[in-house]
């Protein structure tokens, strides 16, 4: 799969990828321990294509790059590649790309009847209330993270 950069907007940047060319790589059906180490059990390889597998709606999914600290504890940090699906419908709870006041972030979404909140998943930030004065829109719905240990 290739990432093609579309933009770099504040601490985001935006790819598309080039998901018609099926890139399979191997895949081992047998579990890794995180806890103490186990005994190998025979594998079997089998081929595994990540487009497949991460994007459902692939006209509508985008790549985006995360700079910055505020979602550390919804397990999202600085360098991490989202996979973000403009196709689904956003619900509370939902981790999506926004667009306020013409600056992209990301953030979880908190809705309560009409009042949203876009709220940060680190203490350190503060929740944004989004008001009738500013210029919202919910950009894409956060399906995967892609995060590199």
């Known amino acids: 799969m290739k990432l093609i ?3 770099k907007s504040g601490p985001l940047e935006f790819y598309s990828a080039e998901g018609s060319t099926p890139l399979k790589l191997p895949f081992y059906e047998s579990t890794v321990e995180a806890g103490f180490p186990s005994p190998a059990d025979d594998y079997a390889e089998l081929k595994l294509d990540l487009n497949k597998h991460l994007i459902r709606n ?3 999914t985008f790549y985006v790059r995360v700079r910055g600290h505020s979602m550390v504890n919804a397990g999202i940090c600085d360098g991490d590649m989202l996979i973000v699906d403009r196709s ?4 509370d709870g939902d981790v999506a790309v926004c ?12 809705k309560s009847g009409q009042q949203i909140v876009l709220s940060p998943e680190n203490p350190d930030f503060p929740e944004m209330s989004v008001t009738k004065d500013d210029d919202f829109r919910i950009w894409g719905i956060v399906s995967y993270v892609i995060h590199k240990p």
Do not use: D, Y
């Not at 689904?88 to 619900?91: I, S």
């Not at 006041?101 to 953030?107: L, P, R, S």
């Open 5 to 7: 950069r579309l933009k």
């Open 88 to 91: 689904l419908e956003p619900k």
């Open 58 to 60: 692939p006209s509508a």
């Open 99 to 110: 667009v306020i006041n013409g600056e992209f972030t990301v953030k979880r979404i908190k």
